[in-house]
């Protein structure tokens, strides 16, 4: 069973930075990649980045991220860190760390969620 911990939310003002990590628990080897995601009030969640376990890091972004996000990983910690620098308003969100495994045709394992508020 997989298990997904965030944390690293908060309030911070326009053009502040924050990172958000994203620890893992279970059977790392079936691991095939881990991702951010993002849900604003009233809004559907949207993807933000998301990056593969092993090998060579295969790294996808949403375009309203690029630039201004990296996701990134530490695999002897089963952790993925997002980077996040000159956070806009509309950045404010609930952003949750996924997992997809070699098993899955999509993201079948998710975390609580942590509130990431940004203020003008």
């Known amino acids: 069973q997989v298990q997904l911990v965030e944390s690293g939310g908060g309030l911070v003002q326009a053009g502040d930075s924050l990172r958000l990590s994203c620890t893992a628990s279970?059977?790392?080897?079936?691991?095939?990649?881990l991702g951010w995601f993002r849900q604003a009030p009233g809004k559907e969640r949207e993807l933000v980045a998301t990056?593969?376990?092993?090998?060579?890091?295969?790294?996808q972004y949403a375009d309203s991220v690029k630039r201004r996000f990296t996701i990134s990983r530490d695999n002897a910690k089963n952790t993925v860190y997002l980077q996040m620098n000159s956070l806009k308003v509309e950045d404010t969100a609930v952003y949750s760390c996924?997992?997809?495994?070699?098993?899955?045709?999509?993201?079948?394992?998710w975390g609580q969620g942590t509130q990431v508020t940004v203020s003008s």
């Open positions: 996924a997992l997809r495994t070699i098993y899955q045709a999509s993201y079948g394992y």
């Open positions: 279970g059977r790392a080897f079936s691991w095939y990649a």
């Open positions: 990056i593969t376990w092993t090998g060579g890091s295969n790294i």
